[in-house]
Every structure is written in C-alpha cells, then in structure tokens.
C-alpha cells in the first residue's frame, strides 16, 4: 500500500516570502504525484501533477513542485506567496495502473501574513 | 466545480438514522470518487465508480453503501449513521486516460457536512 506524509500541519509565512511545503511518499510501485489546493469552505482545486518526463512540474498560481525518485518526496514551492494563497494544501498520489485512486496526505495550512 | 453538485450541503441527524448523501455531475465522466475529510487524516476514499452498476470499496468503507444507476448520478449511503460518521463528504469525478486508466485529474464538489448527534 502507499502513504503520503506531509511534514508540516501548518506553515506560516508573510507576503511575498518563499514557501515550500513537504511532501513525502512511500510505495511499492511507481505512482503519479498531485498537488490540490483548498479554499476555505470549498472542494479541493488542482495545482499540479507529475505523471512522467520532466521532474519539474509547474502549475497554476505561480507554484511548482520537483519530483525527487531518489529521496521520494514531491515538495511545493512558490517563490513568492500572496494573502490570497491562504490556503489548505493538500499532496497525494495514485498508483499506476490502480483506477486512479488518490491517496491523500493529512494536509498543509498555508497561513500568508502582513 | 467541474459541473459537480453535492445534496445536501448541510445535514445534522441522529445517530441510527439512515441518511443518502448525493453526487450529480454534468460532465458525463466515467469514474466518481466519495471521500470523507477530517482533521488530522487529510481525504480517505470511501467507495468508488467506475462505470454505472460497477463500484468497488475504499479504505474506509465499513458503515456505508453506494449505488449508481446512471452515469451522472452516485449516492453515498449511511445505513445508521453513527457519530464517527460526522464529517465532510465530497464527491469527486473522472475520466480514465492513458493505457493505465491512471493520472487523470479529479474533479470534486463542493462538498457536505454531515454532522451525527
């Protein structure tokens, strides 16, 4: 079976400030990477994804995130953060060939401050 | 929401009531996915679709059901609700790609809070 571990339940950071959030895996098999966002009150939005090829994936809303086989992590980051990423950020995989199922991880609150 | 609808967004019941929570989408996506979010364990999928009449259980199934009779609509069954069950549920769509039927984006709804007293 696979896991997810996000590091860190919550991070604070102010505006325009780096970020990155951590993301850990654990599986057998090879597996596809996303990275969801989460308003408040709202479902879950997609970031980004790492199905093959270039291990530097970009996304919506200035984020990307490196896939690391060696290390099996998959962190986001974003160069600079604005309040309005405040946010629930969310990292889970899928196995290849497993229906697409999403494992997900316990999450990240991305609180952006003044 | 990728034309997702979640009924109701909001219910409170009582523990050993039956309760259908219910996923329409528009978007005549193969695969539909029901998930509960807690604090603390992210989303755990609870049962899923992946065509009409065809479902199969997540890693938390025990204490629900779902049914799908046609392609646009997926309920979610809590046979008698119990206070673990208080939670948000959401629903989530999509469409197998590739020769894996894997790394397709999910598309989800808005979600509903059941809360079991």
């Known amino acids: 079976a696979q896991s997810v571990t996000q590091l860190d339940s919550q991070v604070p950071v102010f505006e325009e400030a780096p970020v990155e959030l951590r993301c850990n895996y654990s599986?057998?098999?090879?597996?596809?990477l996303f990275w969801y966002v989460q308003y408040p009150n709202q479902g879950l939005q997609l970031l980004l994804k790492?199905?093959?090829?270039?291990?530097l994936v970009k996304g919506i809303n200035g984020f990307e995130a490196e896939f690391n086989k060696s290390q099996t992590s998959f962190h986001l980051r974003k160069p600079s953060v604005h309040i309005s990423d405040t946010a629930e950020y969310f990292c889970?995989?899928?196995?290849?060939?497993?229906?697409?199922?999403?494992?997900f991880g316990t999450g990240t609150q991305l609180k952006v401050e003044l | 929401d990728a034309g997702i609808t979640q009924s109701p967004r909001h219910k409170v019941t009582e523990t050993g009531t039956p309760v259908t929570l219910r996923c329409h989408q528009t978007?005549?996506?193969?695969?539909m996915y029901w998930y509960r979010q807690d604090p603390g364990h992210g989303l755990r999928l609870i049962h899923y679709?992946?065509?009409?009449?065809?479902?199969d259980k997540g890693e938390v199934s025990d204490g629900y059901s779902v049914s799908r009779s046609k392609t646009e609509d997926f309920l979610l069954t809590l046979e008698s609700a119990t206070s673990s069950q208080t939670s948000v549920y959401f629903c989530?769509?999509?469409?197998?790609?590739?020769?894996?039927?894997?790394?397709?984006?999910?598309?989800f709804g808005p979600g509903t809070r059941l809360l079991v007293l």
């Open positions: 790492y199905l093959s090829g270039s291990t």
């Open positions: 889970a995989v899928s196995v290849k060939g497993g229906g697409n199922k999403l494992t």
């Open positions: 679709s992946y065509g009409v009449k065809d479902t």
């Open positions: 978007e005549n996506h193969r695969y």
């Open positions: 599986s057998s098999v090879s597996v596809y």
């Open positions: 989530a769509i999509s469409t197998p790609g590739g020769t894996s039927g894997s790394g397709e984006t999910q598309y």
